[in-house]
């Protein structure tokens, strides 16, 4: 179920608001297109690719074009959609980009709409020929903003439009980019839900680069960024965003810090760049022994090697020894490949429903536990937290629902709206969609709304600056219980 968090998404995020006021304003004057009116060639207008792509052409109105059909024959809620929400946020930011670039034209004037997909389509498309044959020079500036507007205006977590990913020139593998610190609000929460984070901001791990040069430690809090305070009347603010820099973002970093075990306040300045990572830290699966009875495997993804890792490690570690009991680190894991996360639970129990993935008329396919895969006969407890996304909470919410464990920590990410399909467009760029949505073993909605803990234990900066790990602690009590 994997989430391709692209820049395209990032910095649409804003766009789509603004189409969305004026789509409130449009929906008002007609009725929701049926069924019927989608374009019979949607469906087939776009593929899975069948390979890696070939190098990337420029984006045109006809890709734009390509995308928009393609979302509404294959998105889980294509059929029923009002494809003037995609068209609206699409205009909203071309005459953006327009005005951006001094080129807010007397003709960049909406069309009107109404209702069907294909006439408005047709209506959308002459009206930007006619706006941008005027500027040649931006047309395919103007293709990527109206592109990454309509996309973003599906407000989907698992649609998104891949393109001109770069990399640093001289990166190596295992490098990273960025500041080289993590903080309490990761860097899908500061670019996808940022609304869930909760005060103060403070350094839970620093992983190398400025931070580590400028002598950062885990339990710093973080005070402004930028000269920005990150939370206002305890909402999170957009300075958030600075922490995590994409290449070719290289624009420097200033942090107000304040260490607590001294009452040391001062500033450093951080220049985003790459920095070599611990190879451990890269590994999908890292085992250990706990307590000589308890086996702790952190989980980074869902791999498509996974599940067989897991398994390979506790054997390994049951060797010579009785265990007890599995402690299951999914804090942090991004998701990966659903079937994985199946196996997963199929060494636990068998027979049993792990989620339903439905249409938007709520025709469901329901998807079962692996009785293949041998029982482990052990115990599990799941430490969570808002970096556990897609395939890790279909993973948390079947533990939950299903009783196989405790969850510990803080909720899930919220970020599971359905498997993604990639689908090649012309310019041999992807657009991923689900074509079916998610929902837990007892079907309910997990997107936006993650899966709560049974024990809730959010991290601190105290515990942070400690080493400490009362969520860990608590797992460990519960399965000697």
């Known amino acids: 179920m994997t989430t391709i968090m692209t820049t395209a998404r990032i910095t649409a995020a804003r766009i789509a608001a603004a189409g969305l006021a004026l789509l409130l304003a449009a929906a008002c004057t007609a009725p929701t297109p049926p069924r019927s009116q989608a374009s019979p060639a949607a469906a087939t207008v776009c593929a899975p690719p069948q390979g890696p792509p070939a190098a990337q052409t420029a984006t045109t109105i006809d890709v734009i074009e390509q995308a928009y059909f393609c979302i509404l024959g294959n998105h889980y809620s294509g059929a029923t959609l009002d494809a003037r929400a995609l068209l609206i946020a699409g205009f909203a930011a071309l005459t953006q980009e327009l005005n951006r670039h001094g080129h807010d034209l007397p003709g960049a004037t909406m069309p009107a709409l109404t209702g069907n997909r294909t006439t408005d389509w047709t209506a959308f498309e002459t009206t930007y020929r006619k706006i941008t044959d005027q500027i040649p020079h931006l047309h395919t500036k103007l293709a990527v903003t109206t592109l990454e507007a309509i996309v973003a205006a599906l407000g989907d977590n698992h649609t998104s439009w891949t393109h001109h990913i770069e990399q640093p020139p001289d990166r190596y593998d295992g490098d990273g980019y960025g500041l080289g610190l993590h903080a309490n ?45 990150p939370f206002i009347d305890g909402r999170p603010t957009p300075a958030i965003n600075a922490l995590y820099p994409q290449y070719p973002q290289a624009r420097p970093v200033q942090l107000r810090l304040l260490r607590h075990s001294t009452g040391r306040r001062w500033s450093v300045t951080l220049t985003p760049g790459l920095y070599q990572q611990d190879l451990a830290t890269l590994q999908t699966v890292q085992a250990k022994l706990l307590d000589n009875d308890i086996a702790y495997l952190r989980v980074r993804a869902f791999a498509p090697d996974t599940a067989d890792r897991v398994f390979t490690a506790i054997t390994r570690l049951r060797q010579g020894r009785t265990l007890t009991g599995v402690v299951l680190d999914l804090r942090g894991n991004n998701g990966g490949s659903p079937t994985e996360a199946i196996r997963l639970l199929s060494a636990f129990t068998h027979g049993k429903t792990t989620a339903h993935l439905c249409t938007v008329d709520d025709k469901c396919a329901t998807l079962r536990t692996d009785d293949t895969v041998d029982l482990l006969n052990l115990p599990p407890a799941v430490l969570t937290d808002r970096g556990c996304a897609s395939a890790c909470e279909h993973f948390s919410s079947a533990v939950k629902d299903l009783h196989l464990g405790p969850l510990v920590g803080t909720r899930t990410a919220g970020v599971i709206s359905g498997p993604a399909q990639p689908y090649l467009l012309a310019n041999n760029t992807l657009l991923s969609l689900p074509t079916r949505h998610h929902l837990g073993p007892n079907r309910e909605v997990i997107d936006r709304i993650g899966v709560p803990p049974d024990h809730h234990l959010p991290p601190t900066p105290k515990d942070a600056a400690a080493g400490h790990d009362p969520a860990l602690t608590k797992a460990l009590t519960l399965l000697h219980q």
């Open 185 to 229: 609000l990761t860097s899908r929460q500061a670019t996808g839900n940022p609304e869930a984070a909760l005060p103060p901001l403070f350094i839970t791990t620093v992983h190398g680069g400025a931070a580590q040069q400028a002598g950062l430690r885990p339990g710093d809090l973080i005070e402004s960024i930028n000269g920005s305070a």
